[in-house]
């Protein structure tokens, strides 16, 4: 039989306020996500230096996605029984032992193993994160989905856009970015320390080791599904940007190529984050349906830059389409997280990212295989038809509600 022990609930016990916890908390998954970006304008070195194809590539971004899915399946309900507090110490920890191995990588199989730990720490560290910011925010406001939206943007433009400037212009290219990381996260852990508990029960010992798996909220199966659809045709595009765009971007821009290939990501995330920050207000069906429509025109803005090798189209389709992809998942994000009780938060946060990481990887790894079997630019063709296509589909979504 299992016993409950009572902990009081949103205490100032550790030392932090409740509203000083919900911006740090904020900052580190901005900081996470910083990491999961941050290898982005590495890749190209990583292919000179050890001659992988670009299936490899894509198969070391799934890697990553792949550990996020696994831990978010044995852990995503986890924090809302044992706290948030050591979920996220959990994480921490395994984060910084990730981007260690990262910096010290030989070859693509150290690659792999620290893309793997990356996504146990991160797809762990999510859902607590994405259930504190809930449980942190103003009463009766949608604060947390906001930050949990612009902190990811914001994190993946800044991880990607730092580590190519330091790659171009630091010595030690793939050494640099990880140890400042590295330096952010040992940081970060006493900070998580002085945080109140927001769990007001933790269960008993066995209990709390029991594997927790993601939950869809009861009763709301049917609309769950459907509006995981908006899901499903942003991470798309993520899944892309982060893997492959890198490589398009280069081959169109000669000058300082390391530079140039953290700026897609950088420029989708960027303005995808700023654009929720500035469009807060906007309800989610409204913000989904015009989301949709931008990334549809800035689809066939990137394909046509990708057949006429134009360098400024191709960044200004990237940028609308970090309008869309920003409007897509604020929205997504949004209606998915209303659904939820309050003892279901982290698991139904969970399954929103379960969702969108299967998203991410299937489509990354195909368009892997179909640049290397054919080309990038058949490749990327055939991403702007599939994304444009999932679009339409999140945006009828909306009316089937």
Known sequence: MTTELARPSLTRERGLSRSGSFWFIGGIYALFLMASTAPSPMYSIYQQRWGFTN???????????????????????LSDHIGRRPV?????????????????????????????????????????????????????????SLVNGVAAALGMAGGSLLSGVLVQFVPGPTLTSYLLLAA??????????????PVAK??????????????????????????????????????MFMSLAPSVAKGMVH?????????????????????????ARWAAERAVRVGAVLMIIAMAGVAAAVLSHHADLFFVATAVLGVGWGLMFMGAFRMLTG????????????????????????????LGYISTITDLTT???????????????????TIRR
Not at 99 to 122: H, K, N, P, W, Y
Not at 261 to 269: E, R
Request: glycine residues 10%.
């Open 88 to 144: 996220l110490i959990g994480a921490l920890v395994v984060e910084i032992a990730a981007v260690l191995v990262l910096a010290l990588a030989t070859g693509v199989g150290g690659l792999f193993a620290g893309r793997v730990l990356q996504g146990l720490a991160t797809g762990a560290a999510t859902s607590a994160i994405s259930g504190a910011l809930l449980d942190f925010q103003r009463p009766g406001s949608s604060q947390g």
């Open 202 to 239: 933790i269960s008993s010992i066995g209990e709390a080791l029991r594997p927790r798996r993601p939950v869809v909220p009861a009763g709301q199966g049917v609309r769950f599904a459907l509006m995981s659809t908006m899901v499903l045709a942003s991470w798309i595009v993520g899944g």
């Open 184 to 197: 952010g996260f040992a940081v970060a852990i006493p900070v998580v320390v002085a945080m109140p508990e």
């Open 339 to 366: 659904l939820a009780a309050p003892h279901q938060r982290a698991g139904t946060a969970a399954m929103i990212y379960v969702v969108a990481y299967l998203s991410a990887t299937v489509p990354a790894v195909v």
């Open 255 to 279: 000058d300082l190529p390391n530079l140039i290939s953290g700026l897609p990501v950088a420029v989708l995330a960027g303005v995808g984050g700023l654009t929720q920050l500035l469009l």
């Open 379 to 397: 490749a990327t063709l055939v991403f702007t038809a599939a994304a444009s296509l999932f679009a339409a589909i999140a945006a009828l979504s």
């Open 55 to 77: 299936t490899v590539l894509t198969e070391v971004f799934a890697s990553y996605a792949v550990a996020i899915l696994v831990a978010l399946l044995l852990c995503g309900s």
